[in-house]
């Protein structure tokens, strides 16, 4: 089976505090993800996506960073909030050949 | 770059109305075309695909057509419910050997009023 576990599910958090959002994948090895954001009333964003353990390629500069600790576990990081971090974080893998995504059930992030 | 355009929404309909989304895309080589669907508070999924051109996707009654004479890959179908109700983003993903990364539509939001 294909399964993606996001934790948590929804997040409220001080302007200023640390984050740590985590995504795990069943089902595969060495599958290519992804992290995503969506603020409210916008479309997808690309994070950030990794190849590999320990290979993480970033799209656009920013507060956040990322980490692939494990095969299956990808982490999504900031050392310091902003409300600008605020959004619907969504962590996806790419299904072979054909690079489409699947997608986890999201993480509700709202910064204070 | 590659990109896709997609209609603006919200589109608005009548429950058993004819849907069409538009989606129109720029891209260099032969990319996989991909219909998504987003409902309230959950994540993506895939709503069909179509690899090649003339390819037809389909999917719970949802259909659309790879046309690559006029890059377009329309969302269509024929009677829409209220639990159609959802966000739609069009996409597009492999369109140069090796690419990792799928380029989204900003998509668009459906409603269908009983």
């Known amino acids: 089976s294909q399964t993606i576990h996001q934790w948590p599910a929804t997040l409220v958090q001080p302007v200023g505090s640390p984050l740590s959002l985590e995504c795990t994948v069943e089902?595969?090895?060495?599958?290519?993800l992804y992290w995503y954001r969506q603020a409210a009333g916008r479309g997808l964003q690309l994070l950030f996506y990794?190849?590999?353990?320990?290979?993480i390629s970033s799209e656009v500069p920013q507060n956040l960073s990322a980490s692939r600790p494990q095969d299956r576990q990808f982490i999504l990081s900031s050392k310091k909030l902003l409300l600008s971090d605020s959004g619907f974080y969504l962590c996806a893998r790419g299904l072979a050949v054909f690079n489409e995504q699947f997608f986890g059930p999201g993480t509700r992030l709202t910064v204070l | 770059g590659d990109s896709v355009t997609q209609m603006e929404g919200p589109v608005t309909l009548s429950e058993e109305a004819f849907l069409t989304i538009n989606c129109t895309y720029t891209?260099?080589?032969?990319?996989?075309l991909f219909w998504y669907v987003q409902y309230p508070g959950e994540g993506l999924q895939l709503l069909l695909k179509a690899t090649k051109a003339d390819d037809k996707g389909s999917n719970k009654g949802f259909e659309a057509t790879y046309r690559k004479e006029t890059t377009s890959f329309h969302l269509e179908k024929g009677s829409v419910q209220v639990s159609d109700s959802a966000v739609y983003f069009c996409?597009?993903?492999?369109?140069?050997?090796?690419?990792?990364?799928?380029?989204f539509g900003r998509g668009t939001s459906l409603i269908v009023h009983p």
């Open positions: 891209a260099t080589g032969y990319p996989s």
């Open positions: 996409a597009l993903s492999g369109s140069s050997g090796g690419s990792y990364i799928p380029t």
């Open positions: 089902g595969t090895s060495n599958p290519n």
């Open positions: 990794s190849v590999g353990i320990g290979q």
